[in-house]
């Protein structure tokens, strides 16, 4: 396990962490990104990856996880989708959930559409992620409490799904005023 930016006095909150693990079943390393912090962050994950994990020009790397939305978190992991080819992102997407999200505010001259777009401008970093992740075909994931997959052993534990929509909802960076009822 490599962590970076820790203890950096301009890091501040910034989380970049990357492992490895060996599985039996696949025969081979298991490369995950957890968080990318800053941009400065992900640009040295992306040098430790190609320097200890991986002797590939453009490393492969199964799984990134994007824990939530803040810069501090998400900004690094542009780096690793430009530099590296990733199988599976995992991460929440507050737009997907646009036409719920919208029975819970009050202003209605706001169409499911004009909220799934200001989601996406309000959550610019993971919406470049997607972006990012599905011009190079990479599996997106939600992240939500007993997710597991086959391929790798790893199981999601917290958010559930309601926590999740519960928390976009009460973000002072979403565009919703929560029905008075």
């Known amino acids: 396990i490599d962590f970076i930016g820790v203890n950096e006095e301009s890091s501040k909150d910034a989380a970049a962490t990357c492992f490895r693990f060996y599985s039996p079943e696949l025969k081979r390393y298991v490369i995950v990104v957890y968080d990318g912090g800053f941009s ?3 640009k040295a994950l992306v040098e430790l990856i190609k320097k200890y994990y991986t002797d590939e020009e453009v490393p492969y790397i199964d ?10 978190h998400a900004l690094g992991l542009s780096e690793i ?37 200001e989601l996406k401008e309000t959550y610019s970093s993971i919406a470049e992620l997607e972006t990012k992740a599905l011009a190079q075909n ?11 997959f086959n391929d790798v052993p790893l199981w999601i534990l917290s958010p559930t799904r309601d926590f999740f929509l519960q928390q976009v909802i009460e973000s002072s960076k979403t565009p919703l005023k929560e029905e008075s009822s």
Request: hydrophobic share 35%.
């Open 81 to 117: 989708f430009d530099a590296c080819s990733v199988g599976h992102l995992i991460m929440n997407r507050p737009w997907l959930y646009a036409s719920e999200l919208y029975q819970k505010i009050s202003d209605k001259r706001k169409t499911v559409e004009s909220l799934k777009r």
């Open 63 to 72: 799984i990134v996880i994007c824990s939530h939305s803040d810069d501090d």
């Open 138 to 148: 990479t599996i997106i994931h939600e992240g939500f409490q007993g997710k597991m």
């Open 40 to 42: 400065v962050h992900g």
